[in-house]
């Protein structure tokens, strides 16, 4: 098992690739204390790992408020007894607008987004170097390495999850902790709506749609469970010579 005896945190767990990601992690072997905001959901995550045979805790938190984050991470670590493995997966897609921009909701964005990452990270830090070492992933995106013109908050965010990860594979290296990013393309999750719903009018988003899926050669988008192996093999010592890496799990999006 690739994560077999570590303990593992993984944030915004309760959906998605992090729901994917706390039963794959717990498949091969970690202890995953899954976070969230959704108790409901999230203890049914949880739930379903221990019917399964694997190790999970849930613990809830708004991590767009960065004292709940910092001491929810704190309160993980202290549950599982250490720490080997982050995932960083919270965030949000953020206003469309540039224009008029809701700042209350682009200051959430770019809190879920980069700052709730980064507190993770530095709380995360001093637990892997007691046990001398870990791996840290973020949840970056595509629209971290190219820009994305219908979501241009959420793209800079994600450029700067990006940034963050290559800054703190050199910070975090002599302390044995490599710090990479997953950059999902377009997914089956409850955001892929949001995303393809940036028009004003139903044939706008049609014709959004049809230009997003011909831009993916492989013509369909992700399945959760895509990205969460991507985010497993990272922190795998599988990836042991990989630190500072933005691995795009995207169907050929950024080859072209």
Not at 50 to 69: T, V
Not at 127 to 147: C, D, E, K, W, Y
Not at 182 to 188: I, K, M, Q, R, S
């Amino acid at each position: 098992m690739r994560l077999g005896g570590k303990l593992a945190i993984i944030t915004a767990a309760a959906s998605g690739m992090g729901r994917a990601g706390c039963k794959l992690f717990a498949e091969n072997g970690a202890t995953v204390a899954a976070i969230d905001i959704d108790r409901e959901r999230l203890e049914q995550v949880v739930a379903e790992i221990k019917a399964a045979g694997g190790r999970a805790i849930a613990l809830q938190a708004d991590l767009s408020s960065p004292e709940a984050c910092k001491d929810v991470m704190k309160a993980a670590i202290a549950e599982l007894g250490g720490l080997d493995v982050l995932w960083a997966h919270a965030g949000i897609p953020g206003p469309a607008a540039v224009e008029d921009v809701d700042l209350a909701e682009y200051r959430r964005a770019i809190d879920l987004n980069i700052t709730s990452a980064l507190i993770c990270a530095g709380e995360a830090a001093p637990a892997m170097r007691a046990r001398n070492g870990g791996a840290i992933v973020f949840t970056a995106s595509v629209s971290g390495l190219v820009g994305s013109p219908a979501s241009p908050v959420y793209s800079a965010a994600k450029f700067g999850v990006v940034g963050l990860a290559k800054s703190l594979a050199q910070r975090f290296a002599p302390d044995g902790i490599r710090v990479n990013a997953v950059c999902p393309g377009l997914t089956e999750t409850p955001m892929k709506a949001v995303f393809l719903g940036r028009s004003d009018d139903d044939e706008g988003r049609e014709s959004l749609e049809r230009r997003v899926m011909a831009s993916i050669p492989l013509g369909r988008v992700a399945r959760p469970e895509e990205i969460a192996h991507g985010a497993l093999w990272l922190a795998s010592d599988d990836a042991s010579y990989v630190t500072g890496v933005a691995l795009p799990v995207d169907g050929g999006y950024t080859s072209r």
